[in-house]
């Protein structure tokens, strides 16, 4: 059976679904993201948390699934904010 995964980051949690070739949810997993820092109008939020979070909820997924059967994954992510990083992609400031 061929799967497609499709992954939302958000600022509360990282949530993926996969789904078989008539749209069925096949299997879903979700983490929380700790709460975004406030000051004002500003919201920031550690972008190597989104790293982790994404991990441990594909790693849920996967146990769910057999991983050999997706050939797509599709990505959302919360306003599609882009982190400075150094090299080996590890974020510098909040994003």
Not at 8 to 18: E, F, L, N, Y
Not at 54 to 81: C, E, F, H, K, Y
Request: proline content about 9%; charged content about 20%.
């Amino acid at each position: 059976m061929t799967l497609c995964i499709g992954i939302d980051v958000g600022t509360s949690a990282c949530r993926a679904s996969a789904i078989d070739a008539r749209t069925a949810i096949v299997a879903q997993a979700s983490n929380a993201l700790p709460a975004p820092r406030r000051n004002g109008a500003s919201v920031e939020q550690d972008a190597g948390t989104w790293w982790q979070c994404l991990q441990r909820t594909l790693d849920d997924l996967n146990r769910r699934i057999d991983p050999s059967a997706v050939p797509r994954i599709a990505v959302d992510a919360t306003s599609g904010t882009p982190p400075l990083c150094r090299r080996g992609r590890t974020p510098l400031p909040p994003a």
